[in-house]
């Protein structure tokens, strides 16, 4: 708690390149399931590939767009940007685009490598490389996920961070 505080305080450049690293190990290792997880696929395991119907995938897709949280703290560190009203909206559409196929793509692995009745619900993944022999990956799964975890909170916390200073500059402050 006390480093989060510590690089909340220091300003948006250092919190900026530290959410930069910790966001390059995240990648990282979702792309590390994907190439791996690729290779113990089983194609037996996508049928049936919509076992819940449209109405299902459209259920879970509701479910997992809580999963984009972050964009708005996103564009409220925009004033501290250089040429937010270009490039704001470009970092937007790109890291969406991004996150979306990463998503897609590790969704896949992971139905691949195992029948959707045997995904573990609490940690689908790092089960899922269990499954295959894969322990050391498993765990190191099971880390980037605890990252992944943190690293939200801190994006959270960046975010009011820099909503207090545009309240209190546009007044939208309650008085004490």
């Known amino acids: 708690m006390p480093v989060r505080r510590v690089l909340l305080t220091l300003g948006i450049k250092s919190a900026a390149r530290f959410e930069t690293v910790v966001v390059v190990l995240k990648v990282l290792v979702v792309l590390l399931v994907i190439v791996v997880g690729f290779f113990h ?3 037996s395991n996508y049928s049936p590939f919509f076992p819940f119907g449209v109405g299902g ?12 949280f972050g964009y708005d703290a996103m564009s409220t560190a925009a004033e501290e940007s250089k040429d937010a009203q270009r490039h704001m909206p470009k970092a937007i ?3 969406l685009a991004i ?4 998503y897609v793509l590790a969704t896949l692995v992971l139905t691949g490598m195992q ?18 022999g894969l322990d050391a990956l ?8 605890i990252i992944g975890i943190l690293t939200v909170m801190f994006t959270f916390m960046l975010g009011v961070t820099r909503m207090h200073p545009s309240e209190h500059c546009f007044r939208a402050a309650v008085p004490a």
């Open 115 to 132: 029948n959707y009745t045997e995904v573990d619900p609490e940690s689908g993944f790092s089960t899922a490389f269990q499954s295959v």
């Open 99 to 102: 996150t979306m196929v990463l």
């Open 41 to 43: 696929v089983s194609t």
């Open 93 to 95: 559409m790109y890291s």
């Open 138 to 145: 498993a765990d190191v799964i099971a880390v980037g996920a």
């Open 57 to 68: 995938a459209f259920t879970g897709a509701a479910t997992v767009f809580f999963a984009v």
